[in-house]
Every structure is written in C-alpha cells, then in structure tokens.
C-alpha cells in the first residue's frame, strides 16, 4: 500500500510516485498496473484517470465475526 499523508496531498507527490513505478514499469516489462482505492475517494479516482486508468471491476467484502 502508497499513500500521501494529508499534509502533502494536492503538492503533485502522488502524480511523481506514479511516473516513477511507470519508468521502473518500462525498464522491467511491466505489463499492467492496477491500483486500489476506497469506493469514495474521489480525488484519487480523478488522478487515476488523468493518468490513463480505467475502472476494472467492483470488489465486495464482508466482515466474518
């Protein structure tokens, strides 16, 4: 798991961070990213599709105990 504390959100860290694993990505033949987020964490889904990304799937969890 990656994530900007609140302090450093919104300085453009995230977007880097990102262009960096995208260079490591090419270097080792990387195929695919995929990345995570809450279902309401809205400011990261806009960054993820400004950087290309698309919606994959909708995953479901249930607590057991």
């Known amino acids: 798991d990656l994530g900007i504390d ?3 959100r919104r300085l453009g ?3 880097k961070l990102m262009q960096k ?3 490591f ?6 195929k695919y ?8 964490n809205n400011v990261a889904h806009t960054l993820f599709k400004k950087e290309g990304f ?3 799937n909708i ?5 057991n105990i």
């Open 13 to 15: 860290i995230a977007k």
């Open 54 to 56: 698309v919606p994959l």
């Open 59 to 63: 995953v479901f969890v249930k607590n």
């Open 33 to 40: 990213f995929f990345l995570s987020s809450g279902s309401k």
């Open 6 to 8: 609140k302090p450093f």
């Open 25 to 30: 990505g090419k270097l080792n033949k990387v």
């Open 21 to 23: 694993a995208y260079a």
